[in-house]
């Protein structure tokens, strides 16, 4: 569904993407782990069009969409669920979730709400509360229901059990789960690896802006504990490999 091969990305002099490769297939999830500042970020939002790449592809279902702006990634069935969750405060939850579906026919919308308070039913409890309101964890549900309103193909989530009570994060990626579950293809950025790899079925390791290591989640454990301690512990593996854990 999602291709993304040598993704390269530069601010200025500062190449802070020099080889990014992963995808994403419709009914998966892809887990992406690095340590902070790998690059995990960048890349996200230059595969959904906040950031122009210097290179690379950015196919979704055959076509080379690299570079193109975020409502043009949209259009062709690709979303981001930001870091930090990023809801519109001050509108209803019911108003959140209408402007994720923007695009969609006028006829089509009240069907879209119904699916999203059925699998989300403590918005459809909230559905006139201001969002600003939500506790964090109600606030991720929001953004990813804002996103399935949307009709993806593939949804890209950054760090979406940042800032949230361990409680809390269980029910978070068990949704993540659920929305793969119907069909859409999920490329999550994840710091919490156990969380992450619970609910994953394939793992991309990013360091220093390259991809190292890809495989099966299954496989992915040493991959993912030298992620989570940095660089340093992917030195002293030495490169990875691809398809095997190192």
């Known amino acids: 569904m999602l291709e993304v091969n040598d993704l390269r990305v530069s ?12 995808r994403a297939d419709a009914g998966r999830v892809t887990l992406v782990l690095g340590a ?7 890349s996200l939002r230059a595969v959904a069009g906040f950031h122009r790449p210097k290179g690379g ?7 080379d969409l690299a570079g193109r702006r975020a409502h043009v990634m949209v259009r062709h069935g690709l979303v981001l669920v930001p870091e930090g969750r990023r809801v519109f405060s001050t509108l209803t939850v019911e108003e959140n979730l209408r402007m994720g579906g923007y695009r969609a026919p006028r006829s089509r919308m009240a069907a879209a709400l119904d699916e999203v308070y ?39 989530m950054d760090e ?12 978070v990626m068990t949704q993540v789960r659920a929305i793969a579950d119907r069909g ?20 991309s390791v990013i360091t220093r802006g390259r991809t190292v290591w890809t495989g099966p989640a299954a496989q992915a454990s040493r991959a993912a504990v030298h992620a989570v301690l940095g660089e340093s512990a992917l030195d002293a593996a030495g490169p990875p490999g691809t398809g095997e854990a190192p």
């Open 118 to 156: 059925e699998q989300f039913p403590i918005l459809a409890e909230r559905r006139d509360m201001a969002a600003g309101l939500l506790s964090g964890g109600e606030q991720q549900m929001l953004a990813f229901g804002r996103a399935v309103m949307s009709q993806p193909k593939v949804i890209l």
């Open 57 to 63: 592809d950015v196919l979704l279902g055959g076509d």
């Open 11 to 22: 601010y200025g002099a500062v190449n802070a993407v020099q080889g990014v490769t992963m």
């Open 184 to 203: 859409i293809a999920v490329l999550i950025v994840e710091q919490n690896a156990d969380a992450g790899l619970a609910i994953a079925d394939e793992v």
């Open 160 to 171: 979406p059990s940042m800032g949230l009570a361990p409680t809390m994060v269980e029910r």
């Open 36 to 42: 902070n500042g790998a690059g995990k970020t960048t």
